[in-house]
């Protein structure tokens, strides 16, 4: 099983899929892929867009997609671009896609933090990976 993370931040959405299990994984794009989308899209870049989401999830045989929760209120709330990017992969795909509460994986990255040999360095990608972790059985 294929599980692709997005971590939704702003107006770009980061990627990383990993199949196996939390003890034993890989990356499966080698290649990880941002995508971005202008503060005010046309109708023709949110197609665009979604199509690109879709491209990725075929390409790389994705079955199930998990998210970023967005914070609904208080200091950090999820912004305007966040919202539509959730909104578009939410209505456009047809994969499974989940919600992950940023609670939730820092739990779980104090618990399994040393089966994580192939987290990426860098910190956007480092929670898309977090993110496709918390799905890993």
């Not at 971005?36 to 870049?45: D, G, I």
């Not at 209505?91 to 994580?116: E, F, G, N």
């Amino acid at each position: 099983m294929v599980i692709a993370g997005l971590f939704l931040k702003a107006n770009e959405v980061r990627m990383v899929s990993l199949s196996g299990t939390r003890e034993s994984h890989e990356l499966v794009a080698p290649k990880i892929n941002k995508l971005a989308l202008n503060k005010n899209p046309s109708r023709e870049e949110v197609s665009q867009f979604a199509a690109e989401v879709k491209a990725y999830c075929s390409e790389h045989q994705v079955d199930q997609i998990v998210m970023n929760r967005r914070a609904s209120k208080g200091q950090g709330a999820g912004g305007a671009g966040t919202f539509l990017m959730e909104g578009v992969i939410l209505a456009t795909t047809s994969i499974s896609v989940d919600l992950v509460h940023p609670a939730t994986v820092r739990a779980t990255d104090k618990r399994t933090v040393t089966l994580k040999d192939l987290k990426p360095k860098t910190v956007d990608l480092g929670k898309a990976y977090d993110l496709a972790f918390e799905l890993l059985n």
